[in-house]
């Protein structure tokens, strides 16, 4: 009889053992998982890291979102330590895959991840589109700390007017800058990177008057967040007066290309049409 015992109670002992190691079960202590937050810098057209007046991620982001297959997780962070959740319903050995953004419209798109996102209208309140993703973590293997390293999926533009020293001796204010012809919506994809939409629009970088000096002055909008783009079209328009005369106005054609996690200064120099 104890012979004929034995062998079932053996096979339940492993049977609970293995359920206990890799599954998730009633009555067991949640699976916290927490987050641990990077950030690749934006970096000039040469490559070099780059100072900008932008979201620094360790310091001043304050809140993102994380989904796993459709389930999304709003991350906040309170005293410069970040929320945590319950880790999802899988096997503790099952490789999974978390897809981590700041702003926009996830959609999972049956494994091929997407951001649906539009540039804010209003190009004083743009913000940096931030996306990371760790893929093919187990909880065994990673004990629940989630690895972000975050990158810039758009570019940031910024713009500074002065006059030339052939123009010293006359005033000129400038009255408004717009910038025109730029498309602000677009899809990225996790693996492949932007697909942009067909509209275009147009920013209007300052409406308030600059009098000009031979020294460079930064736009009050600040940095532009602008999705990835060829530049053929777009166009920057100046309005100003030089003396208090009528009103003029001058469009520059810009050329080349704005590339994700790069920053860009514009020169607008009055008194010659060159844009560095």
């Known amino acids: 009889m104890k012979r004929r015992l034995f062998l079932p109670l053996l096979a339940a002992t492993i049977l609970a053992a293995c359920s206990k190691d ?27 890291p780059t100072t900008r007046g932008a979201e620094i991620m360790t310091e001043s982001l304050a809140a993102f979102s994380m989904n796993y297959e459709g389930s999304k997780y709003d991350f906040t962070k309170t005293g410069g330590t970040w929320s945590t959740f319950t880790w999802p319903g899988v096997a503790n050995s099952t490789k999974i895959d978390f897809y981590a953004y700041n702003a926009g419209t996830f959609y999972w798109n049956s494994g091929a991840p997407y951001l649906s996102f539009t540039v804010d209208a209003n190009a004083s309140t ?22 972000l390293t975050f990158d810039h999926a758009c570019a940031a533009i910024q713009f500074n007017v002065c ?7 006359k005033t000129v204010v400038v009255k408004s800058v717009v910038l025109s012809n730029v498309k602000n919506q677009g899809d990225y994809h996790y693996a492949t990177g932007w697909s942009l939409k067909a509209p275009t629009t147009s920013y209007t970088l300052t409406t308030g008057d600059i009098t000009l000096t031979t020294e460079k002055q930064p736009l009050p909008c600040g940095f532009l967040f602008l999705i990835p783009q060829e530049k053929s079209g777009v166009t920057l ?16 054609n810009l050329t080349g290309s704005w590339l994700a996690g790069h920053e860009y200064t514009i020169n607008i120099n009055m008194g010659t049409s060159i844009i560095h």
């Open 22 to 48: 890799d599954n998730p079960t009633l009555g067991q202590a949640p699976r916290l998982f927490t987050v641990s937050v990077t950030e690749n810098p934006f970096t000039d057209p040469g490559g070099t």
């Open 237 to 252: 328009t100046v309005n100003y007066t030089v003396n208090d005369g009528s009103p003029q106005s001058h469009d520059f």
């Open 163 to 169: 006059k030339t020293s052939g123009v010293a001796d």
């Open 126 to 147: 743009q913000r940096d589109l931030l996306v990371a993703t760790h893929q093919q973590i187990s909880y065994s293997e990673s004990g629940g700390e989630v690895s």
